[in-house]
Each structure stands twice: as C-alpha cells, then as structure tokens.
C-alpha cells in the first residue's frame, strides 16, 4: 500500500462549482500535513498546511480526520486559475522526510 | 528574491555519461533536498541535507550522489547516467533542520533530464 494515496482525477468541473479531493496515509505517526499546487509543468508550491482543527485560506478549506487517517481539500466557487494538480503531502516527525502522493488533477473549465 | 535556482532547465544525456544538476538557495535554510517526479507518481526524494556538512538518503539514492557544497549549494550527481534516470528533477529547500518536523518546501524550477 503506498503511503500517500490520491485520486488521479482529472476532476472536470464548471466554473463556480465547489469540488473536494481526500487523501489516505498509511502512517499513523505522521504528524504534518500539507497541500501543495503545482501547475504544468511547473515546481510545487505550497498551498495551504493542513491543521487539526480544520483551516480555511479564501475559497479553500482544509481538513484532517485522524481517526480515518485523510486529509481533504474543498474549493468552492472554482475558477479557470485553480486548474493543476494537487499534491498531498505528509510527514513524520523524524527524519525529515516528506511523502508526496502522485497528485489529483482539477481542470475548470468555461 | 532569487529563491532557489537550479541548472540546467533541460539536459539530454546518452547512456553512461555523467553530468551534475547545480542547485542554490538564497534564504540561509538549513535544509535541501533532491527530488525526482515521475508521470503518476508522486514525487520521490533522492537524497537530502539537514544541514550543511550532513548529507542523508532519500528514497531511491541508487545512482545518485550529492555534495552539501555550503549552506547554499546543494549538488546531484549522476556518475552513469541510464535510462532509468529520465525524470524531472526538482531542488527545494527549506529551514527546518535536525528532528523538526519540515517546514514550507521552496522548490526550484525544475530540471527535465533524459537519458537516451
């Protein structure tokens, strides 16, 4: 089993539509938790930290359910821009290692 | 703000040839890190540096060796380049360092390296 599992997608949605990608980790010490953006044929960049509370950036909300071990990611009101891949990625504490999982595809189209 | 940069942006090797992806960072972070992505994988580490003189392996290390040259400077070396190796190659920094958990990633811009 991988670590980090994402849905492939692609996710084809409308303009203005809310869309939610999850992500399983198989490691219940992780302890952080991120989402990263990464345009084609671009680097990643982070988007938004993942807290355990829940966290809201704009039109972007972040959760995390340890108990089931996911992260999720919710955008609403989509727009053309937000189309990439979106990359979940975990940490444990030690070690400094970062897992990535092979990111979800979001096109929004007109 | 320069951020990270790496070179070369593309590179076209032949079997067996050797070559080095330079990489620098101008944040003063103590972290760097060697990353290879793959269609359909995520993206994978090879070898990473938590500080300079300290240099760890990542994930897939075969193939590859790197030098923490300084804070700055991080490099990735293919001594036999096979084609295995075609990937895109990412450097990223970061400030954590010894056991804390990882911080914001700041990646460079990539390095699309085939091995023919």
């Known amino acids: 089993r991988k670590e980090v599992e994402q849905d492939p997608g692609p996710f084809n949605v409308p303009e203005g539509a809310t869309v939610a990608f999850n992500c399983t980790y198989s490691?219940?010490?992780?302890?952080?938790f991120f989402w990263y953006r990464q345009d084609c044929r671009k680097e990643p960049k982070l988007l938004m930290s993942?807290?355990?509370s829940g966290n809201e950036d704009g039109r972007f909300t972040a959760q995390l359910n340890r108990a089931s071990q996911y992260i999720s990611l919710l955008i609403r009101d989509s727009k053309l821009s937000d189309s990439a891949t979106y990359l979940c990625v975990v940490n444990t504490l030690y070690g400094n290692k970062l897992v990535f999982g092979a990111g979800t595809i979001l096109r929004v189209k007109s | 703000n320069a951020g990270v940069t790496q070179t070369p942006k593309f590179q076209v090797l032949k079997t067996g040839q050797s070559m080095t992806l330079q990489c620098a960072q101008d944040?003063?972070?103590?972290?760097m890190y060697w990353y290879r992505q793959d269609p359909g994988m995520g993206l994978r580490l090879i070898y990473y540096s938590a500080s300079e003189g300290t240099t760890d392996k990542g994930e897939v290390p075969n193939g590859y060796n790197v030098s923490r040259l300084n804070k700055r400077e991080f490099s990735l070396r293919l001594e036999s380049a096979a084609p295995s190796q075609t990937s895109v190659y990412f450097c990223?920094?970061?400030?954590?360092?010894?056991?804390?958990?990882?911080?914001?990633?700041?990646f460079g811009s990539g390095t699309q390296l085939s091995v023919l």
């Open positions: 993942v807290y355990s």
């Open positions: 990223a920094s970061s400030e954590a360092s010894g056991l804390r958990t990882n911080e914001k990633l700041f």
């Open positions: 944040m003063n972070h103590n972290s």
């Open positions: 490691n219940s010490a992780s302890q952080s």
